[in-house]
């Protein structure tokens, strides 16, 4: 089944956003959420509407689209991939260190503005794609997007799950692989029973902890983390329940 992707285009051009609104049309996977030409009704509409990804102009009055990606967050702290669609070319560095997806220049042409489009679908992938379960609805492997691939990696060999900012890195014995995705969303679809987060920047493997203490474990490869103060108690709780099985 092809994944569906919601957008919100954002641009103070009326001509702008129906080119971005035909193009959408063209695909049939891609729904449009929103279209605003006021930047605070767009950041209004995203604090309280998850989406998928946002098109999102650059020079706009009164707030920049620079300003709206560095600091709204959506419904419990989501963030949609951002394309930023703009006439000036000289914000792409800004841009990309904001994490952006793709910078599109006007006049975009089609080819180009589907290009986006299927970057962000390979990097949703990652995120919308569920932990497979085939036996008893307990799953046994995560499906992970990185470097042009999607790849299979069986639960029981990852150890810790590392944020990057817009990016994870899933450890395992013998690699490592980096794709784009919130370890926020993540922490959500890995089972409670196998992994717990310890720290802002980490998810563990329960089955993969050598020594704890209430501030610090260490992991297989000898690897020692900081269990941060605001998930300590949850921490030690599911060490606690684990050892009195």
């Not at 994944?3 to 729904?31: G, Q, T």
């Not at 986006?116 to 379960?133: F, I, M, S």
């Not at 987060?197 to 329960?206: F, Q, V």
Request: with cysteine; aromatic share 8%.
């Amino acid at each position: 089944m092809q994944m569906e992707i919601s957008c919100v285009i954002v641009d103070d051009e009326y001509l702008a956003i129906r080119i971005l609104e035909d193009y959408c049309r063209r695909i049939p996977f891609i729904k449009v959420a929103g279209t605003f030409k006021e930047p605070f009704s767009a950041m209004q509409f995203l604090r309280e509407s998850t989406v998928d990804l946002l098109f999102l102009d650059i020079q706009m009055p009164r707030l920049s689209g620079m300003d709206i990606a560095a600091h709204f967050e959506g419904p419990g702290g989501s963030r949609p991939l951002v394309i930023f669609t703009t006439a000036a070319q000289e914000f792409a560095v800004k841009a990309f260190e904001l994490s952006a997806l793709d910078y599109l220049v006007k006049p975009i042409s089609f080819q180009r503005f589907e290009k986006a489009v299927r970057k962000a679908e390979g990097a949703l992938a990652t995120v919308k794609a569920p932990l497979h379960a085939p036996v008893g609805n307990q799953p046994e492997y995560l499906l992970l997007r990185s470097d042009h691939r999607t790849l299979k990696v069986p639960l029981e060999e990852i150890v810790l799950i590392e944020g990057l900012n817009e990016y994870i890195k899933v450890h395992t014995p013998d690699r490592k692989l980096v794709s784009l995705a919130a370890l926020k969303d993540l922490e959500t679809r890995l089972p409670r029973s196998r992994f717990v987060r310890i720290h802002k920047s980490y998810i563990i493997s329960l089955a993969h902890i050598q020594w704890w203490s209430a501030s610090e474990v260490e992991i297989a490869g000898g690897l020692r983390l900081p269990v941060g103060r605001v998930y300590k108690e949850q921490f030690l709780s599911r060490l606690q329940d684990r050892t009195d099985r």
